[in-house]
């Protein structure tokens, strides 16, 4: 009866390795899985269409005018300036991401005031990070101190430009965001002239936008 005994303790023994190699085969059995991930895509460009210069309720012929600072906004009696905007593809992407604009026939004091939109054309949010003035390459990525440019190559600033409260803004798919601009042009400017420069906005992807 007891060599009975002995023997039934080894079966077990067996019994139970053959379990546990079945546990462990069926844990190690690798499954393959055949599929498409898609990512998406980061888009921004200007709206067609959207550029409002100064005030469409005022008439379109006066010209406006600021002291130093764009303070004391005013409007004047005659119609000598004007400011022509286009938008551009400057990435050959097919959306319009620079706005060129073109003021002629400007001098000391004249002012102007360019509103937008924006719209996101991707498929993930995005925040504006900053903008970027050309001629010159000068780059803001926050509200204030208003800029200065040089925009006829005779070393001394030819405008000031104040920029509205729009970084670190989220846009999410479809959506639209509006953007504006105010310009006065100072002192030095030799009559009659006619400045160009371009505006660039530059977006990051919402969750990499740079903390302050």
Known sequence: MQNKKLMVIPMLLVFALVLTGFAYAHWEKIITINGTVKTGNMCAEFVQGSLIQKDPFDPPTLDWTCDDGLVNIRQLTKNIGHTNCTLEDTNNDNYKDTLKIEMGNVYPSYYEHIAWKIHNCGTIP???????????????????????????????????????????????????????????????????????????????????????
């Open 126 to 212: 995005w925040r504006i990070w900053r903008v970027i003035f050309n001629p010159g390459n000068i780059i803001i990525n926050e509200t204030g101190p208003i800029i200065k440019l040089d925009l006829n190559g005779d070393t001394l600033p030819d405008i000031e430009i104040d920029w509205g409260n729009n970084f670190g803004d989220q846009v999410d798919p479809c959506e639209n965001i509006d953007l504006s601009v105010d310009f006065h042009i100072l002192q030095p400017i030799p009559k009659n002239s006619i400045l160009t420069f371009t505006i660039t906005i530059e977006i990051v992807n919402w969750n990499e936008y740079p903390p302050k």
